[in-house]
C-alpha cells in the first residue's frame, strides 16, 4: 500500500494555509528552488510539476531545474548543506557516497518492488539512516521516489529452455555501467560483466560485441535496443529509487502547519509519479511483445538468493549495520 494520503485532503490543507495567511506572509513567500538531472518530461518531473508545486503554493515559491542546469548532477546535495540550494531529488548512491551504510539500499535485490520501496522507508528500521542525512548533511528526506526495474536484455535467446537461474547466464557478456559496483552486480548475477560507455551499446548488440545489456525497459524503448535484441529476462535485479530531499534548515524554519503540507505534498507528488512509472513499465511490456521481443520472469527468488549470498561474502556489505537485510527481506512481498 502506498501513503494514504488524498488529493482532496492535500488541497484542502493548501487551502487553509493560504486562507489564513497574513497579508506579509502570503507576499513574502519561501523560496524553494529544486535542482535535477532528469529532464521535465521524466515522471519525476512530471509530479513534482503537477502535484507538488500547486499543494505548496499558498506559501511557497516552488522553482524547479531540470537536466541539471542550476547545479550539476553530484553536486547538489553540498549545495543543500552549505545553505545554496533548497531541495533536489537525490539517490542512494550519491548519499552512499557521504555515509557508506547507505550502500545497501542500492545493492542488487535488496528491493523487491516499488510497494516494498514505501514500506522499507517507512518503516524505524530507515530512522538512523534519516536522521545521521539530517544531522550530518542538514538534508531531509521527505518521500521515496520509484525509478524503475533494471532487467536482462539479450541479443539472441540462450537456448531452447529460458533462463531461469544466474547458473544459465554463464558465458554471457553484459554491458554494465563501469564502476565497481555495477561490475560486481554482474558478476553475482551470473554473468562476464563487460563495462562500456551508453553511446556505443547499440553498435556492440548490432554487431555481436556483446551478448546484452540491462536497463530499465523505458531505457530500452527509447535507446531502440529492441531492434537488435531479441529477449528479456524480467531479473528486476536493482529496483532503483530516490528521494525528494530539502533543507533541514528551510524546513525547521516553518510552521508546523508548513512543515505537515510541504511533507503531504512530497508523499502526493512521490505516489503520483509512482503510479505513472509502473503503467509506463507495464505498457512497455505490451509494446515491446508486439515488436517481437520474448519476455518473461525467471526464478527471480533464485537470483535474490545468489546475489545477496555474493554481497554479504563481499566488501560492499562491510558497512550495512547488522540485521538491517534481514529486517529489509521481512519487509518484502
Known sequence: MFFAITR???????????????????????????????????????????????????????????????????????????????????????????????????AGYVLQSAEHQVRVFNDPLMDPFKQKVESELGIRLLAPMYLGRRQVNLRQPRS?????????????????????????????????????????????????????????LPTVVDAKFYEVTRQIVLTSHLVDWNFIAISAEVYNAMTAEQQAAVTAAAIAAADSGRAAQLAKEEELVTFLKDKGMDIYEPDVAAFRSAVQLAYLSSVFAANWPEGVLDAVNALGN
Do not use: C
Open 160 to 216: 531452447e529452455i529460458d533462463v531461469k537461474t544466474p547458473a544459465e547466464l554463464a558465458g554471457v557478456n553484459l554491458r554494465m555501467p563501469g564502476s565497481d559496483a555495477w561490475q560486481f552486480l554482474g558478476r553475482a548475477l551470473g554473468v562476464n560483466p563487460v563495462p562500456m560507455a551508453f553511446t556505443e551499446v547499440y553498435t556492440a548488440l548490432q554487431t555481436g560485441a556483446v551478448d546484452g545489456q540491462d536497463n530499465p
Open 8 to 106: 482532496r485532503a492535500l488541497l484542502a490543507a493548501a487551502t487553509v494555509l493560504a486562507v489564513s495567511a497574513t497579508g506579509a506572509f502570503a507576499q513574502d513567500k519561501i523560496r524553494l528552488r529544486l535542482s535535477a538531472v532528469n529532464s521535465e518530461t521524466d515522471q519525476r518531473a512530471v509530479a513534482m510539476i503537477n502535484v507538488f508545486g500547486p499543494a505548496v503554493a499558498g506559501f511557497a515559491a516552488f522553482e524547479p531545474h531540470w537536466n541539471g542546469t542550476l547545479f550539476a548532477q553530484g553536486t547538489e546535495l553540498e549545495a543543500i548543506a552549505v545553505g545554496d540550494l533548497e531541495m533536489s531529488i537525490t539517490s542512494a548512491q550519491e548519499l552512499a557516497a557521504f555515509f557508506p551504510e547507505w550502500s545497501i539500499f542500492a
